[in-house]
């Protein structure tokens, strides 16, 4: 029996000994609203199968007149893979039933053709498990690959993707065919949004936003415990808000976007033209800043204002306990730090200004991970 098949109560216990275990039967009932029957009703099962497991008594506490006993997920019951997709490199990372890694590996994409991407995957997530040797978690349960863009993870298709130039590819059925093995996708942040709800800076939060920084602009958002994923698979697309002041086209048609001004590519051009040297790079633009040169100092400040003015729009809108900033452009932050602050504070609507604001680098093998999360969360909470 899988976790699909429990019932919902199942689901519930699992998803709290996976996030917050191990604990005792009662204080599982107590986090989970669950009778004390409930919960052993549903334990029951679970431990038959082997996807918990008891670890011991808890010495000073008791149940019912006898010793407590600390129940946990069991890690080794199922490994997974996370393919994070870029548009020049695969992420691989190979975890066990609470992601925590047993392999990562890197591989180039010389192409960005459909067939030959597709393969590579398959090719990594191979090299994973040569790497991690035999072990006892048997064979990968299941691989969630994560990619930027228009992602819908229910029905397994990248609608549109801007760094591969993908329409339409059903993803998660070539994936499977090439690999035999059960393949979901996701938008690469919503899935490093469900790492962090697990694991990271989100973890025991109600509701939580990740804003990612670099070569695109989205958000991952948690509300009630849960990602939102959007009806149509669309959500969190604070990089297209319409924030106004530049005429740039974004990578969606758009001008006025977020993105258009504050991506790692619109903070580039934007020193090019205020330099007037076009083999100008990033690296280059972050010196020079750093030097304090007057206008390309001014390209990273409005790229601030752009910014705060969509973290005060993403508290104003879900007033997030929490937001973590996180993505590759997070290693120029203090460049843009003091006009986000700035711009969050005068945008932020009352209480939404008291949004504790975390700025946290990851490293894109945290984003894989994302992958292997979502095909787990997907074992016991699968999509609608």
């Known amino acids: 029996m899988t976790l699909a098949d429990q019932p919902p109560a199942a689901a519930l216990v699992f998803q709290t000994l996976l996030a917050q275990g191990p604990l005792t039967r009662a204080e599982v009932g107590r986090r989970t609203g669950l009778s ?90 191979a090299e994973l498990c040569a790497e991690a040797g035999t072990t006892a978690h048997g064979p990968v349960h299941s691989i969630g690959v994560t990619i930027s863009g228009d992602v819908d ?50 973890a025991g939060l109600s509701s939580f936003a990740l804003v990612t920084v670099g070569a695109g602009i989205g958000a991952g958002l948690s509300i009630g415990g849960r990602v939102v994923s959007g009806a149509h ?29 504050a991506s790692t590519h619109a903070i580039t051009e934007q020193a090019r033209q205020a330099t007037g040297d076009p083999t100008l790079t990033i690296d280059d633009a972050v010196r020079l800043a750093h030097a304090g040169h007057t206008a390309v100092r001014a390209v990273f400040s409005r790229a601030g204002h752009a910014l705060g003015l969509a973290l005060a729009s993403v508290a104003n809108l879900i007033g997030p306990q929490r937001i973590i900033i996180s993505g590759e452009g997070v290693a120029s932050y203090d460049l843009f730090a003091d006009q986000i602050r700035q711009t969050f504070a005068a945008q932020a609507f009352g209480a939404a200004a008291d949004c504790d604001i975390v700025v946290r680098p990851l490293p894109f093998e945290e984003w894989a991970r994302g992958g292997a999360a979502v095909a787990a969360q997907r074992l016991f909470a699968p999509a609608r």
């Open 36 to 125: 004390a029957g409930a919960v052993t009703k549903v334990a029951t099962p679970l431990l038959a199968d082997g996807w918990i497991t008891e670890l011991g008594r808890l010495e000073g506490e008791r149940a019912n007149g006898r010793p407590a006993t600390l129940v946990a997920v069991r890690a080794e019951r199922a490994c997974f893979a996370g393919v994070k997709v870029t548009g020049d490199e695969l992420i691989g990372f190979l975890g066990d039933l609470t992601a925590q890694p047993l392999a990562t590996r890197r591989a180039d994409l010389r192409t960005r053709d459909v067939g030959t991407v597709v393969h590579a995957i398959a090719r990594l997530v």
């Open 153 to 202: 993870g229910q029905t397994g298709t990248v609608q549109y993707t801007p760094f591969l130039n993908w329409r339409r590819v059903p993803l998660a059925q070539l994936v499977q065919a090439a690999t035999g093995t059960p393949t979901v996708i996701e938008n690469d942040v919503r899935a490093l949004a469900v790492a962090e709800q697990w694991f990271g800076a989100g």
């Open 233 to 261: 698979g669309v959500s969190g697309e604070v990089g297209h808000l319409p924030v106004g002041g530049s005429d740039r086209v974004c990578t969606c048609g758009n001008t006025g976007c977020v993105e258009a001004v």
